[in-house]
């Protein structure tokens, strides 16, 4: 589901979003689209990345491959211009969209998202999606202003947690990575420790046979967000 579109970046993997309003689309996004640690999406257009850069994992192979930059949302802003004018208004917000149409509200949601890796895919003959390739940290192309940004599903977040690595005849199954969190820890933010406990209930859900591992992760995080609480 499409819920916005880049509007700023703080740096080359913070964005800021516009979360779309009433007839900016045909669905409006509602407050659980956009909540907080929801994974999203946003389709490259600068073109694909060089298949030598680090850290990538291959899954398979495409002549086509869409190109997607996959984040988490840390950070909500709710943005009201008109607050602090208190003064009379001729017409209120109802009569205003009935008698001028090209009324602009500035009143806005705006969304804070991180970049944590990429994502490629193919779309099949039959409709459906493979996901040929995921890698994670920091991606050498930056996001363009007005890309649309989009939610994930749960087979999505999977795929991009799901590595597969295709040298090691030693491990020829599946594993479970999060190669993102070394730079999730460098960046400034009191949210993302917090953030970074809610990836982690969630991916208990998707891999359940991971528990163990992801219970310690996640006791180390939980023990770091109190230490840095209490100073």
Known sequence: MVIGKIVKSDSHINYVCQIFGPREVDIVPRPA?????RFVRVAIRAGEYDESMP?????????????????????????NPAYGTLGPRLSNE????????????EKAVLIYV???????EQQNADGSVTVLSASHGIPPLSLELDSEIETMNNEEVRAFHFFRDPDRPDQPEPYLQMGYLPH????????????????????????????????????????????????
Not at 62 to 78: H, M, N, Q, R
């Open 94 to 105: 109802a009569q205003l969209e009935l008698f001028s149409p090209d009324y602009i509200s």
């Open 184 to 231: 999730i820890i460098a960046q400034r933010s009191n949210l993302l420790p917090m953030v970074v406990l809610r990836i982690i209930d969630q991916l208990e859900r998707l891999f359940p046979h991971n528990l163990a591992l992801l219970s310690i992760v996640k006791r180390n995080f939980a023990w770091r967000l109190k230490v840095e609480t209490t100073g």
């Open 33 to 37: 689209d956009y909540a907080f640690g």
């Open 55 to 79: 850290f990538k994992q291959l899954l398979g192979s495409s002549s086509e491959p869409v190109t997607y930059a996959v984040g988490v949302i840390y950070d909500t802003i709710l943005q």
């Open 114 to 120: 991180i970049i944590l890796g990429t994502m490629e």
